[in-house]
Nanobody, 117 residues
């Protein structure tokens, strides 16, 4: 079984920064892509950022230019650098892993990000 553990969330003021981390573990896993989703209060779950092991990245329009996703393939870690945070960035951030041979059915527990005005 694949396990994902997120960390790095917290309470910050608008304009500040956070860096989220997600560690994937599991014997013999090979990551195809990792994604960060956001579940904001009263809103649908949103794909915030995606990165593949081939180097392709994608961002939601709402975070483009402010957030940066990166991955350490050797460590099976993915990061989300969040700069210039806004109150609208508030939500639970969930790490999702797309594993070769297993699919994208693996989620972390989520980490809360709260941005105050």
């Amino acid at each position: 079984q694949v396990q994902l553990v997120e960390s790095g969330g917290g309470l910050v003021h608008a304009g500040e920064t956070l860096r989220l981390s997600c560690a994937a573990s599991g014997s013999g896993i090979s990551i195809k892509a990792m994604n960060w989703y956001r579940q904001a209060p009263g809103e649908q779950r949103e794909l915030v950022a995606r990165i593949t092991t081939y180097g392709t990245t994608n961002y939601a329009d709402s975070v483009k230019g402010r957030f940066a996703i990166s991955m350490d393939n050797a460590k099976n870690m993915v990061y989300l650098q969040m700069n210039s945070l806004k109150p609208t960035d508030t939500g639970v951030y969930l790490c999702n892993a797309d594993i070769y041979g297993l699919g994208p059915a693996y989620w972390g527990q989520g980490t809360q990000v709260t941005v105050s005005s």
